[in-house]
Structures are given as structure tokens and as C-alpha cells.
């Protein structure tokens, strides 16, 4: 059964991202909307068997979701970016801690003061405004920041003909370059694992959105009656406060307009 909630986006979650419709013009905007209604729904899997196929770009990824200025997904999404990389060069975010390696696999520090004033950097480096950030914005703003600091960036696309390319989007994870989603309609889910059962979570919207991806999950069901059922999950920094991470169903309630994998060098 549907739980429908409204947010009151400013007042709930003191501008945390939460991304609204797009403006009508030449090219889609994503921006907040503090009257937008979101959704929580849960689905129950049933299932005789299943198998994972699952990769990640760290034990936890960067996770950002705050900001007190309103409109600024992109911004958010463009500073877990910064924020990857910044493991590898911590001038990208002065005075700020990357993280640290447990047992092999990376474990990023949470959100701090630094990464905010990232995300403000960002907010004029895109000019993004009351009516959003476009993807030509999040380019130019995305190459400036990373000018400024010394650094080259290359944004590669995955798509394909119009569409999403799944399969180039996990090579390029696998190859240790995020992904960052552009989506008409999003959702973020968590999975619960019963007994020959999966519950299934998902915060969702219709709003326009973007998400950084650091990994998937392709989970195939083989029901009672022996057919089969697959589940393409990306993992997602969703710059969303009320549920920051969590895996991202490319086949759910949404539709992905653009997609760059991104290497800062």
C-alpha cells in the first residue's frame, strides 16, 4: 500500500535537495520544489531463488545531501563527485578528510563544513538559480571548479541513441569513474532479505533529479512457476537528506535524460 507524504522541503529539511519538475524551455532544468509530493512504497518480492551481481567503488561513497540554498541537486550531485576525488588529491576539498582505507576497500568521511562551502562554490560556478541547473550548467560549472583547482576533468557519456547505456555506465564504474544521472522521475531504495523473500523500500518521485552512481546491483529473481525476474539497481549518492543512499531501480518509476561518467585528473 502507497504512503503518500508531502514535503515541505524548505521547512522540513532546511534546504536539503529534493528536486522538482522541469522548467518548460529549450533544455530541462533540475531544481527543488518545496511543494513537491513525494512517495514511499514498498513491494514484496516472492521468490524460489535469486543471484547478485554486484560491484562497488567503495564500502561507503560519498554521500552529500545539505545545503541551505534551494535548487541545488546538481550542485550536490557535482560535490559527491569532488568528493570521490578528492581521495586521491585532498586539494580538491581543502580542510577536508577524504577518508580513510578499512580492510581493503575505502570508507569516505561524512559531510562537513568544507564539503558545503564545495556545494555553494559550485552553485555560482553552474549559475544555478531559482530555476535550477541544466546539464550545459553542471559541464561548465563541473570544468571551472576543477580549472580552478589545477585539475582536468572528462565527462563521458552513457547513452546510447536517446537512451541510457547500462552496460557502459557499469564498465565505467568498474573503471573507477562515477556516474552522474540526470532523471525524469527517481526512486531510492532499501532491500530487506527474508526467507525466499525480498521487501523492497523505495522513496520515489516525479520530480526531475540528479544522482551520482559508485556502483550497481543486478538482482535476478527465479519465481515458483520458474520464470525469471531482473532488477537493475545503481548505487546512489541521491543528495536527498531523508535518504541520502541507497540503490537507485533504472527500470522503476523513472526515466534517465543524460548520463557522463567523470574522471578529475
Given at each position: ?17 529534493l528536486c522538482g ?220 537528506q531523508v535518504r ?22
Amino acid at each position: 500500500m502507497k504512503k503518500l507524504f508531502a514535503i515541505a522541503l524548505m521547512a522540513v529539511l532546511g534546504g536539503s535537495c529534493l528536486c522538482g519538475n522541469a522548467i518548460t524551455g529549450v533544455e530541462e532544468s533540475y531544481r527543488d520544489d518545496a511543494m513537491l509530493l513525494a512517495e514511499s512504497t514498498s513491494i514484496t518480492v516472492n521468490y524460489e531463488s535469486k543471484s547478485e551481481n554486484t560491484f562497488n567503488m567503495a564500502l561507503r561513497h560519498p554521500d552529500y545531501s545539505f545545503t541551505e540554498k534551494a535548487g541545488s541537486c546538481a550542485c550536490i550531485a557535482g560535490a559527491n563527485v569532488i568528493g570521490f576525488y578528492d581521495r586521491y588529491d585532498e586539494n580538491l576539498i581543502p580542510d577536508h578528510d577524504a577518508g580513510k582505507l578499512f580492510m581493503g576497500k575505502y570508507v569516505y568521511n561524512s559531510q562537513d563544513t568544507a564539503v558545503y562551502e564545495v556545494i555553494r562554490q559550485l552553485y555560482s560556478d553552474m549559475g544555478t538559480d531559482d530555476t535550477g541547473t541544466t546539464v550545459a550548467q553542471f559541464i561548465n560549472g563541473m570544468r571551472t571548479y576543477c580549472s580552478r583547482k589545477g585539475k582536468s576533468i572528462n565527462l563521458i557519456s552513457c547513452m546510447r541513441g536517446g537512451s541510457f547505456d547500462y552496460s557502459s555506465a557499469k564498465t565505467h564504474m568498474e573503471e573507477n569513474r562515477p556516474v552522474v544521472l540526470f532523471c525524469a522521475g527517481y526512486n531510492v531504495a532499501e532491500i530487506y532479505a527474508y526467507e525466499n523473500s525480498d521487501k523492497i523500500y523505495n522513496y520515489e518521485s516525479t520530480a526531475n533529479h540528479v544522482m551520482v552512481g559508485f556502483g550497481y546491483n543486478d538482482i535476478t529473481y527465479t519465481m515458483a512457476n520458474s520464470s525469471t525476474a531482473l532488477y537493475r539497481y545503481i548505487e546512489v549518492a541521491s543528495g536527498v537528506q531523508v535518504r541520502s543512499g541507497g540503490l537507485y531501480n533504472i527500470d522503476y518509476q523513472t526515466k534517465i535524460n543524460d548520463a557522463y561518467a567523470i574522471n578529475i585528473y
